[in-house]
């Protein structure tokens, strides 16, 4: 079979399944059961674009044979003249929308489109560990602010120098998830430390784990089996910080997964926040399947649960920045440590989605 029958025999399998989506969600049972429907209309949004494609490419398909026909049966010269024209125009346009319709296709991580939590903790390094984590946080934020989303903190446990033994956040925005999932593994930084006085160049580390924040949909939680503690909050934050009893910890007895939040005065915001964060790690044990899948087959992705993956290396004395998953390097260090992390994570999508079309069959 040819790649362009391959491609239209695909593209019609998706547009019976469209129309089929399409009448779905005008169905009043449907509409009726909110979880379904909106699980529906999501896939009604993704399936757009390629539907768009689709029928672009019929038309071109459609003119192509027409133009040919005219060839082969016109006795007309201005005609076969301008049909001719036409013909090579149409052809120059297939392969472009070929490969953006190959794009397309590829399998999208249904989790791209959500918020993340992200948590940065200090590595082996000390002191030096936990300055650099900080460092790591700080480029976050200012990525995360140039890219007009809302970053919230939910746990801070601070180093003794500076920086952070451990920081989780939550961050909100269109297609969090998908951009940021690249920067979970081992970061390890390479500089003198501030608390070495012999000038020595020492290597630090700082594991981060992004999330993909798990909707009320995803996932049911039982109230009986989420225990709560209250507590005084530690740390900045005034006065009323340590007499108040506004800091939160859930854990969930059948998983064991225990959440703090410290970081609003007010207990019922900490409370949802930390459900929040639950939800996800809890909705994340089964995404986490998917990840070690993945994570096998892709070099651009490192699972979750692999915190020994090393994946950045940021080294101060030659002011450079490589990843090793691509073997990519910056000489951007002091741009990329401001949040300047965009160009990173291109090439990491660009390597990702050249490694899902060798997974496609378009491309086998």
């Known amino acids: 079979m040819s790649n362009e029958n391959m491609l239209l025999e695909k593209l019609e399998a998706i547009k019976i399944k469209f129309d089929d989506i399409q009448q779905k969600i005008t169905d009043p049972e449907i509409i009726s059961d909110m979880k379904k429907y909106v699980q529906l209309n999501k896939e009604y949004k993704e399936l757009e674009p390629l539907i768009e494609a689709y029928n672009k490419y019929k038309n071109i398909l459609a003119n192509i044979d027409s133009s040919k026909e005219i060839l082969a049966g016109e006795d007309d010269a201005e005609l076969k003249e301008m049909a001719k024209e036409e013909l090579e125009e149409l052809n120059a346009q297939l392969p472009a929308l070929e490969e953006e319709i190959k794009m397309l296709l590829v399998p999208k991580d249904p989790e791209d489109d959500k918020n993340a939590i992200v948590e940065i903790r200090a590595g082996t390094g000390g002191d030096e560990a936990s300055i650099f984590a900080g460092d790591l946080a700080r480029m976050y934020f200012k990525f995360c602010e140039s890219k007009g989303w809302k970053t919230n903190i939910t746990n801070i446990s601070e180093g003794t120098s500076g920086g952070y033994k451990e920081i989780v956040f939550s961050v909100e925005g269109k297609g969090v998830y998908g951009i940021l999932k690249y920067e979970s593994g081992v970061h390890r930084v390479q500089r003198v430390p501030q608390t070495e006085t012999q000038g020595r160049v020492h290597t630090s580390a700082a594991s981060v784990a992004v999330l993909p924040e798990a909707e009320e949909f995803d996932i049911e939680l039982n109230p009986n089996d989420i225990r709560k503690d209250t507590y005084c909050s530690s740390g900045p934050g005034g006065q009323s910080v340590n007499t108040t009893y506004s800091a939160i910890r859930l854990t969930h007895e ?111």
């Not at 994340?284 to 892709?298: A, G, P, T, V």
């Not at 994946?311 to 910056?330: A, L």
């Not at 990329?336 to 992390?341: C, P, Q």
């Open 254 to 364: 059948p998983t064991g997964i225990v959440v703090t939040c410290q970081d609003e005065k007010s207990q019922l915001k900490n409370l949802d926040k930390a459900m929040k964060e639950l939800r996800s790690r809890i909705y994340n044990l089964e995404y986490q399947k998917y990840l070690d899948e993945i994570s096998s087959k892709r070099k651009t992705m490192v699972s979750t649960g692999d915190r020994s993956a090393k994946i950045r290396t940021y080294n101060y004395p030659q002011g450079r920045v490589t990843d090793h998953r691509i073997n990519y390097t910056s000489y951007n260090l002091p741009n990329i440590m401001n949040g300047d992390i965009g160009e990173i994570i291109e090439k990491l999508q660009v390597a990702e989605n050249a490694e899902k079309m060798k997974e496609s069959s378009l491309d086998e």
